[in-house]
């Protein structure tokens, strides 16, 4: 039986373009204009998305994102208003790839780039804008599963192990899987508030992986061979790994194309994988929410201890600085090994507000005593950080 066509689509800007995420209407307008113009001459779609009750609409003539948008998030009704506009156009002349956000207009628009990975992550920020603002909602960039009915959100720079955290407890005969990258929690109001327990929600349908993930869970190979794929490497000559005729400098062993394989999953730090959670491992070990029962941090160095219990101000302080080491295939390579600062580990957050973002999760450690812990990923292996997370779980 003959396999279906690989689903892949190399991108020209292969990770985030420049981007000006507080853009003067009066700078925004005329480049929105130049987008239109372009959209308009090229045929194009608009689509809506529902993100936790937020309609933001999509208008793109790029058939890449337009896929992978109408398969990463739940549809809105047809005559819902949005309350976020992006733009995404290719073909705009004399302009370099570009992103521009303008908040009085809570519009995002996006220049000569089909990368989704901005795209999605700006939607997101988008939603995450007014929720803050109109549903008393705080946003976070972290993982979120299910153990045994407790639930655990997973937040950490890029590259720590969230996602192989996560999928550590999904993988557990008594572990759900949530999402690996975002969950919006609502902060209920109200004399009986605190009595309700804080709930941590999905709003996308499918997971953005990063492909590399199958290079140490070789199972995920049969998962992304049918799913929709970005930047994954299809030739041999384009792999900087090759070790002599038939090796592999990255792994160690043969290389997977002498091995008859016609994709490398992990041959480019960037190359991702648009997965419906459900086709995993079925529906019944996927959950749209989890109740917040621990938050757990992780950071990735060769000196910290293991683990560490954190007060509430040690988890705001942590989170707040947001240090982390910049990984290969997170931003631009001559950035990588060097230091950097993500604030909340979220670089999502467009319309950023520190002290209410310390509000939040203050809240959440103190009026709703959520313990948090830290990991330190570099200084022992993925299976004994799942084993601390699962006694931690176990003690709360």
């Known amino acids: 039986m003959a396999l279906p066509p690989f689903n892949n689509y190399v991108t020209q800007s292969r990770a985030r373009v420049k981007g000006k995420k507080n853009t003067p209407k009066a700078e925004f307008l005329p480049l929105l204009a130049r987008a239109k113009s372009a959209l308009d001459g090229s045929g194009f779609g608009s689509m809506k998305a529902d993100l936790n009750g937020v309609v933001v609409e999509l208008s793109t003539n790029s058939a890449h994102q337009a896929g992978f948008w109408s398969h990463n998030w739940w549809k809105a009704e047809a005559l819902a208003p949005p309350k976020a506009r992006i733009y995404s156009a290719i073909g705009v002349e004399g302009i370099e790839p570009s992103a521009y956000y303008c908040p ?20 997101l920020g988008m939603a ?28 950490a720079p890029t590259g720590t192990g969230k996602t192989t955290q996560s999928f550590k407890i999904f ?16 902060f209920p109001s109200g004399a009986t508030a605190k009595s309700s327990p804080l709930v941590a929600r999905q709003p996308e349908r499918s997971l953005y992986m990063r492909s590399e993930s199958q290079k140490e869970q070789g199972w995920l190979g049969e998962v992304f061979d049918r799913s929709m794929n970005e930047n994954v490497t299809t030739r041999k000559e384009d792999c900087e790994y090759t070790e002599g005729d038939v090796g592999c400098s990255l792994t160690g062993k043969k290389c997977v194309f002498n091995e008859g394989r016609h994709q490398c999953y992990y041959s480019f730090g960037n190359s991702r994988a648009l997965v419906r959670r459900d086709d995993i491992l079925g529906s019944e070990k996927v959950v749209d929410e989890v109740p917040i029962n621990l938050v757990v941090l992780l950071r990735r160095d060769d000196h910290s201890p293991a683990e560490a219990k954190l007060t509430p101000d ?7 600085r947001g240090e982390y080491m910049v990984l290969p295939g997170a931003g631009p390579k001559e950035q990588w090994g060097s230091i950097s600062y993500e604030p909340w580990y979220n670089p999502y957050l467009l319309e950023p507000d520190n002290a209410r973002q310390a509000t939040f999760f203050r809240s959440m450690f103190e009026d709703w005593k959520v313990p948090c812990m830290i990991l330190n990923t570099g200084v022992e292996g993925i299976q004994q950080s799942h084993e601390r997370i699962v006694a931690a779980l176990g003690s709360v």
């Open 104 to 123: 009085e207009l809570r519009e995002a628009l996006f220049l000569n780039t089909e990368y989704y990975g901005q795209c999605k992550s700006w939607a």
């Open 128 to 155: 995450a804008a007014v929720l803050e603002k109109e549903a008393n909602t705080l946003s976070i960039h972290g993982a979120t599963a299910l153990y045994k009915g407790k639930g655990v959100v997973i937040v």
């Open 171 to 186: 993988m557990d005969p008594d572990g759900k899987i949530c999402g690996d990258d975002w969950a919006y929690v609502r």
């Open 314 to 320: 040690q988890s705001i302080s942590i989170l707040q």
